[in-house]
């Protein structure tokens, strides 16, 4: 993406660089420079054959700070860096905070990024620049990871369970955003109750419960036949 096109307003520090690496012919400017960059991202990502299949995305909203876990700040003045010290890890150039002496011992498998900054100082908008990597705006709704995921891999969709969960996340999660509701995350709101509204009630047996689903697909059949996909 050509970094002069972003919707979002870009901070300082992105537009002094992008301006000096143009100035002084590091890069392309322009339409030539989001071209390539697209292109070889694209075809990077053809060629890849990641082991990953599943993600946990474990979201710490309101958990411990930087400063006290990955990114902690020894040479800082002590009003800045906290009582936490800072111990060397697997790594060379990478510390992290002292209780994390058995992390500390796997970071050749970690990706570490501490060069996250925002423009909102509020935590509400804050969490959805996370989420979505959009600013927030009253006009529109943009998706979240896991909604991209299932909108740019479609076979994602075709299994029987979610291939999206969120737990816990309120009714303040992005979501699908401006997608269809398809590729939406699966909400579940208490993880020690399980699905809501997923159980057959104890007055109900599991016959009736079947009649039931059978009279429900009668009375859709028109309707599905009508307004089927493809």
């Known amino acids: 993406m050509n970094p002069f096109d972003q919707l979002d307003e870009q901070s300082r520090r992105t537009f002094l660089s992008n301006t000096a ?42 958990g411990m700070t930087h400063i006290d876990t990955f990114d902690p700040k020894p040479d800082a003045p002590s009003e800045y860096r906290g009582p ?8 060379d150039g990478i510390q992290l905070g002292q209780h994390f002496e058995h992390t500390a011992k796997h970071t050749d498998k970690m990706a570490i990024v501490r060069s996250m900054t ?39 969709l075709k299994g029987t369970l979610p291939p999206y969960v969120t737990v816990h996340t309120g009714n303040n999660h992005p979501g699908a955003g401006f997608f269809e509701p398809n590729v939406a995350p699966l909400p579940v709101g208490d993880a020690e109750k399980g699905l809501q509204n997923s159980k057959r009630r104890s007055n109900v047996s599991e016959a009736d419960f079947n009649r039931q689903i059978a009279l429900r697909s009668k009375l859709d059949a028109n309707f599905g036949a009508r307004f089927k996909k493809g």
Do not use: C
């Not at 100082?121 to 943009?142: E, F």
């Open 21 to 62: 690496r143009t100035a002084f012919g590091v890069t392309l400017g322009g339409a030539s420079a989001s071209w390539f960059s697209s292109a070889e991202a694209t075809e990077a990502i053809k060629k890849s054959n990641g082991k990953a299949k599943n993600v946990i995305y474990l979201y710490m909203s309101g």
């Open 84 to 91: 936490i010290k800072a111990i060397s890890t697997k790594v």
């Open 118 to 156: 925002s423009t909102q100082g509020a935590h509400a908008q804050g969490n959805y620049h996370v989420h979505t990597s959009y600013t927030q705006r009253a006009s529109i709704t943009h998706p979240s990871l896991g909604s991209w995921a299932n909108k740019l891999d479609a076979d994602r």
